[in-house]
């Protein structure tokens, strides 16, 4: 091991103690030494300093006690005849600096506390927020479950910049592909990997996971503090154990560090005190070299990477297996485009969303029927478009396997959502027939075409499903007519697959399903299935969930004893209670499965429905996804959704699937179906012929005529004359809230 590099680490050490102990003293003169320090919205204190030393820092004063740990730890200055061997007292020096990173962090709180944009998933770059700081720990649950169930391996903490833009980009698209992380910190000349990836139009913040820590070096520590935090959340490592700490994240986290430009003994400290969890670096420029190998996995500093290598050797180096699967796509593939958004300027053209239908279908079928990997676009494809247009679209896949049902069908259907979002450049929400694709202007430069959306359900169906098919062919409509066909078709279907729960009930079974699936949207979300209570997306029923627990075991659908009732009226049960106390990992202690008013179910986003409170009709109302207009509630659905969509369990509201209202259980504790007294026309009119029936069995044959929708009015003042005139009999019925 260098001499230099020893030198410099510790050195830096030096500095950066002495230059916090600075800025703490002139802080203690200026505020008072009560007060407050804190990262935003976090349990968490100052974490690294927290999970380390176990040290709640809550006030300015408290400051000072990790900050004379830190002194304390840095090692005597290297002379020339020293031949011990460096790594003890350069981790250290390294650990030191850290500390007083953090703590230096920590009083920016308190003298510059607007410098950071909190608690946001992405930066508002034209308001010039670029710069996220530490993460909260609403984005550290729904972020940090993901290095722990394996969907991100780990992070490359970059510091610094590249040559230039486009080399950012590429060195970033690189982790992207592998599904790790990008943390981003500091600059070099004038610029940062972060400035530079703007400038090349790729999209930054936690949803693409390229997130902009901020533009020092210390503001690195907030990619410890995160991983640490993770140790202490999902591992359950005890504050102040600092080992575990540090070996959970050496084990357990992939993470490494990349320095784009020169190491100055500010950085040279930072990169010896990630040694620490066993986080090597690996740099652009001629540093001093730390090979041999001890805490790290490989190497601990390794020099001179050429940037188009820098990817493949830190993967190396920090001992990563990744398993990337090649999907023949002119597009990058993976998790981590899942969240990435096509937003207006960025968008191509796209497809249902309420301008268009878009519908999906998944149909079983004979084995000498299909084609395996076949695809076939019927009609014009994207490459016919003109930027701004929109067209119809129906995604239509027949898979077939021996082992293969019909119940399975809806639960490869509900995979498309997903798989789709993989995609870069391409955004997929809904289901079914409310579907909607979103293909941005960057996809379609890199040539992409509808077939790939063939290819990739097809590669995707292969690999996750291999024990149950063993053919997949995939047919995709773009012309209305045909479209339209398969659309009624599909709705059949759908009908069908939610009338084999019809003649079952709550009561008549033991056994609930959990669905965990939108937990990658909406981490604290749990939706609970039972036969009278879809899930909220209307993709899966009762039935579907046990199917799919079949499939796949270890899965998202579990089954879940309900056990002893607790609330037979507004439907809670002590076996559910505890598993979603589990599953959303203590966020939410229980729920009600037949009531909006009373701790409702929780929500996430791509609910078909979303029903609300109507308090001076003394009743509620519903819209679904596909009604773009205002509602009686003061919201449109997508600011509804947007409110709810993140796992919350909101009084007053509640998501639903289009099919729940019809069923017996929908807010019977609140009175049922009876209460609703508005629904936009599309959805009443697509439910019409089971509303009546529904009314019928009230004892309310005209129900259906009574439930006011737009052409009533939108606000409550402009329908209660209305209902008052129908006579709907949720104005005679107990308050809503009492
Ligand atoms: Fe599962 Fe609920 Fe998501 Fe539907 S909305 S996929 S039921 S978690
Ligand atoms: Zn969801």
Same mark, same amino acid.
């Given at each position: 091991?260098?001499?230099?590099?020893?030198?410099?680490?510790?050195?830096?050490?030096?500095?950066?103690?002495?230059?916090?102990?600075?800025?703490?003293?002139?802080?203690?003169?200026?505020?008072?030494?009560?007060?407050?320090?804190?990262?935003?919205?976090?349990?968490?204190?100052?974490?690294?300093?927290?999970?380390?030393?176990?040290?709640?820092?809550?006030?300015?004063?408290?400051?000072?006690?990790?900050?004379?740990?830190?002194?304390?730890?840095?090692?005597?200055?290297?002379?020339?005849?020293?031949?011990?061997?460096?790594?003890?007292?350069?981790?250290?020096?390294?650990?030191?600096?850290?500390?007083?990173?953090?703590?230096?962090?920590?009083?920016?709180?308190?003298?510059?506390?607007?410098?950071?944009?909190?608690?946001?998933?992405?930066?508002?770059?034209?308001?010039?927020?670029?710069?996220?700081?530490?993460?909260?720990?609403?984005?550290?649950?729904?972020?940090?479950?993901?290095?722990?169930?394996?969907?991100?391996?780990?992070?490359?903490?970059? @510091?610094?910049?590249? *040559?230039?833009? +486009? /080399?950012?980009?590429?060195? $970033? =698209?690189?982790?992207? #592909? !592998?599904?790790?992380?990008?943390?981003?910190?500091?600059?070099?000349?004038?610029?940062?990997?972060?400035?530079?990836?703007?400038?090349?139009?790729?999209?930054?913040?936690?949803?693409?996971?390229?997130?902009?820590?901020?533009?020092?070096?210390?503001?690195?520590?907030?990619?410890?503090?995160?991983?640490?935090?993770?140790?202490?959340?999902?591992?359950?490592?005890?504050?102040?154990?600092?080992?575990?700490?540090?070996?959970?994240?050496?084990?357990?986290?992939?993470?490494?560090?990349?320095?784009?430009?020169?190491?100055?003994?500010?950085?040279?400290?930072?990169?010896?005190?990630?040694?620490?969890?066993?986080?090597?670096?690996?740099?652009?420029?001629?540093?001093?070299?730390?090979?041999?190998?001890?805490?790290?996995?490989?190497?601990?500093? @390794?020099?001179?990477? *050429?940037?188009? +290598? /820098?990817?493949?050797?830190? $993967? =190396?180096?920090?001992? #990563? !297996?990744?398993?990337?699967?090649?999907?023949?796509?002119?597009?990058?593939?993976?998790?981590?485009?899942?969240?990435?958004?096509?937003?207006?300027?960025?968008?191509?053209?796209?497809?249902?969303?309420?301008?268009?239908?878009?519908?999906?279908?998944?149909?079983?079928?004979?084995?000498?029927?299909?084609?395996?990997?076949?695809?076939?676009?019927?009609?014009?494809?994207?490459?016919?478009?003109?930027?701004?247009?929109?067209?119809?679209?129906?995604?239509?896949?027949?898979?077939?396997?021996?082992?293969?049902?019909?119940?399975?069908?809806?639960?490869?259907?509900?995979?498309?959502?997903?798989?789709?979002?993989?995609?870069?450049?391409?955004?997929?929400?809904?289901?079914?027939?409310?579907?909607?694709?979103?293909?941005?202007?960057?996809?379609?430069?890199?040539?992409?075409?509808?077939?790939? /959306?063939?290819?990739?359900?097809?590669?995707?169906?292969?690999?996750?499903?291999?024990?149950?098919?063993?053919?997949?062919?995939?047919?995709?409509?773009?012309?209305?007519?045909?479209?339209?066909?398969?659309?009624?078709?599909?709705?059949?279907?759908?009908?069908?697959?939610?009338?084999?729960?019809?003649?079952?009930?709550?009561?008549?079974?033991?056994?609930?399903?959990?669905?965990?699936?939108?937990?990658?949207?909406?981490?604290?979300?749990?939706?609970?299935?039972?036969?009278?209570?879809?899930?909220?997306?209307?993709?899966?029923?009762?039935?579907?969930?046990?199917?799919?627990?079949?499939?796949?075991?270890?899965?998202?659908?579990?089954?879940?004893?309900?056990?002893?009732?607790?609330?037979?009226?507004?439907?809670?049960?002590?076996?559910?209670?505890?598993?979603?106390?589990?599953?959303?990992?203590?966020?939410?202690?229980?729920?009600?499965?037949?009531? /909006?008013?009373?701790?409702?179910?929780?929500?996430?986003?791509?609910?078909?429905?979303?029903?609300?409170?109507?308090?001076?009709?003394?009743?509620?109302?519903?819209?679904?996804?596909?009604?773009?207009?205002?509602?009686?509630?003061?919201?449109?659905?997508?600011?509804?959704?947007?409110?709810?969509?993140?796992?919350?369990?909101?009084?007053?509201?509640?998501?639903?699937?289009?099919?729940?209202?019809?069923?017996?259980?929908?807010?019977?504790?609140?009175?049922?179906?009876?209460?609703?007294?508005?629904?936009?026309?599309?959805?009443?009119?697509?439910?019409?012929?089971?509303?009546?029936?529904?009314?019928?069995?009230?004892?309310?044959?005209?129900?259906?005529?009574?439930?006011?929708?737009?052409?009533?009015?939108?606000?409550?003042?402009?329908?209660?004359?209305?209902?008052?005139?129908?006579?709907?009999?949720?104005?005679?019925?107990?308050?809503?809230?009492?």
């Amino acid at each position: 091991m260098s001499k230099l590099v020893a030198f410099a680490a510790i050195q830096g050490g030096y500095n950066v103690v002495e230059e916090v102990e600075g800025e703490l003293k002139k802080a203690l003169e200026t505020y008072n030494a009560d007060t407050k320090v804190e990262f935003p919205n976090t349990g968490y204190y100052l974490p690294v300093i927290y999970s380390l030393l176990g040290h709640k820092v809550e006030t300015l004063e408290d400051l000072q006690e990790p900050l004379a740990f830190a002194r304390g730890l840095l090692p005597a200055q290297i002379k020339r005849v020293n031949h011990l061997p460096y790594l003890g007292p350069l981790l250290d020096a390294g650990m030191a600096a850290l500390f007083a990173y953090e703590i230096k962090e920590g009083i920016r709180a308190v003298t510059d506390p607007d410098f950071y944009y909190p608690s946001q998933e992405d930066p508002d770059v034209e308001a010039g927020k670029l710069w996220l700081g530490p993460a909260d720990d609403v984005i550290l649950r729904k972020r940090g479950v993901e290095f722990v169930d394996g969907t991100a391996p780990g992070f490359a903490a970059i @510091v610094g910049a590249a *040559p230039n833009p +486009e /080399i950012a980009k590429m060195i $970033v =698209e690189d982790y992207q #592909l !592998k599904n790790l992380y990008i943390f981003c910190a500091a600059g070099h000349k004038g610029t940062s990997v972060i400035e530079q990836l703007l400038e090349a139009g790729v999209q930054i913040g936690w949803g693409t996971r390229i997130v902009p820590f901020g533009p020092d070096i210390s503001s690195a520590i907030f990619a410890l503090g995160f991983a640490n935090r993770a140790a202490m959340t999902f591992g359950a490592v005890e504050p102040g154990d600092y080992k575990k700490i540090l070996a959970y994240n050496k084990n357990r986290i992939f993470a490494f560090v990349n320095a784009l430009g020169h190491v100055g003994t500010h950085w040279a400290c930072a990169a010896a005190g990630c040694v620490n969890w066993g986080f090597p670096t690996l740099a652009d420029t001629d540093i001093p070299e730390i090979l041999p190998t001890g805490i790290c996995t490989y190497e601990h500093v @390794v020099a001179n990477v *050429p940037h188009d +290598e /820098i990817c493949q050797r830190s $993967v =190396e180096v920090r001992g #990563l !297996k990744v398993h990337v699967t090649e999907i023949d796509i002119p597009l990058a593939f993976g998790p981590a485009f899942e969240g990435e958004r096509v937003r207006g300027k960025d968008l191509y053209a796209q497809c249902g969303g309420g301008k268009t239908q878009c519908t999906e279908l998944c149909k079983k079928a004979e084995m000498k029927e299909i084609e395996d990997g076949k695809v076939e676009i019927i009609g014009p494809d994207v490459t016919d478009l003109k930027e701004g247009d929109t067209f119809p679209l129906g995604v239509y896949i027949q898979v077939a396997g021996r082992e293969f049902q019909d119940d399975f069908e809806p639960i490869l259907e509900r995979q498309i959502h997903h798989l789709i979002n993989y995609i870069q450049g391409i955004m997929h929400i809904g289901q079914r027939d409310i579907s909607w694709i979103r293909i941005s202007k960057s996809a379609m430069e890199k040539g992409f075409t509808l077939k790939d /959306i063939g290819v990739v359900l097809h590669a995707k169906f292969h690999q996750d499903f291999e024990n149950i098919l063993d053919k997949v062919q995939v047919t995709l409509y773009t012309k209305q007519k045909d479209v339209d066909a398969l659309t009624k078709r599909a709705r059949g279907e759908y009908k069908h697959r939610d009338e084999r729960v019809e003649n079952m009930t709550d009561e008549g079974e033991e056994i609930y399903y959990s669905c965990t699936l939108c937990q990658s949207f909406a981490p604290n979300h749990v939706c609970t299935v039972s036969p009278e209570r879809t899930g909220l997306c209307g993709a899966y029923n009762w039935m579907d969930c046990k199917a799919s627990y079949e499939i796949n075991p270890t899965g998202p659908n579990q089954p879940i004893e309900k056990g002893e009732c607790l609330d037979p009226v507004l439907g809670q049960w002590k076996g559910i209670n505890d598993f979603v106390y589990k599953a959303s990992r203590g966020n939410i202690t229980h729920y009600n499965f037949y009531s /909006i008013v009373h701790d409702p179910m929780t929500t996430c986003g791509c609910c078909e429905c979303i029903a609300a409170m109507l308090p001076s009709c003394n009743g509620i109302m519903t819209v679904g996804r596909d009604y773009m207009g205002e509602t009686p509630c003061g919201m449109k659905f997508t600011t509804l959704a947007g409110v709810m969509g993140g796992g919350a369990s909101s009084p007053g509201f509640v998501g639903h699937s289009k099919y729940n209202i019809i069923q017996r259980k929908f807010i019977s504790g609140d009175g049922g179906l009876l209460r609703m007294v508005w629904m936009p026309k599309i959805l009443k009119e697509e439910l019409k012929e089971r509303l009546e029936k529904r009314g019928e069995e009230l004892g309310y044959p005209n129900l259906y005529d009574m439930i006011a929708d737009e052409t009533v009015g939108t606000t409550e003042e402009e329908i209660l004359p209305f209902l008052e005139k129908v006579g709907h009999p949720a104005l005679s019925m107990d308050p809503l809230i009492g």
